[in-house]
């Protein structure tokens, strides 16, 4: 399995920028994929996810609002579309996927329940 972030870089604040996730090798049974990041000293957080049973989509808090999660099957890739980018979005940013059943958004954004990682890419916000 392999999960290869692109797209990471540096936004003044205010800014928008996509981060891109390509899949390969996954399982047929893949539950769910998203997006975490994880700040300088902080605790790796969940961003987004879809739930590929049903294809709902889920948000961290700090983000509703102005991330969106897009997934393209056929391509085997999943983006994040980052709006209103504030210096707090800074991180780095990792695409997770997992086969354990997600049942919830809290499920769906417990990087505990991921099971296959990316290598992270890097989000810088500053002026």
């Known amino acids: 399995v392999q999960l290869v972030e692109s797209g990471g870089g540096t936004v003044t604040p205010g800014g928008s920028l996509t981060v891109s996730c390509t899949a390969s090798?996954?399982?047929?049974?893949?539950?769910?994929i998203g997006w975490f990041r994880q700040a300088p000293g902080g605790e790796r957080e969940g961003v987004a996810c879809?739930?590929?049973?049903?294809?709902?989509?889920y948000y961290g808090d700090s983000v509703k609002d102005r991330f969106t999660i897009v997934g393209d099957v056929a391509k085997n890739t999943v983006s994040l579309q980052m709006n209103s980018l504030k210096p707090e979005d800074a991180a780095v940013y990792y695409c997770?996927?997992?086969?354990?059943?997600?049942?919830?958004?809290?499920?769906?954004?417990?990087?505990?329940?991921?099971?296959?990682w990316g290598k992270g890419s890097e989000v810088t916000v500053s002026s």
């Open positions: 997770a996927a997992t086969t354990f059943y997600v049942e919830t958004p809290k499920d769906c954004l417990d990087d505990y329940n991921m099971e296959f």
């Open positions: 090798g996954l399982p047929s049974d893949v539950d769910a």
């Open positions: 879809i739930n590929n049973k049903d294809g709902r989509t």
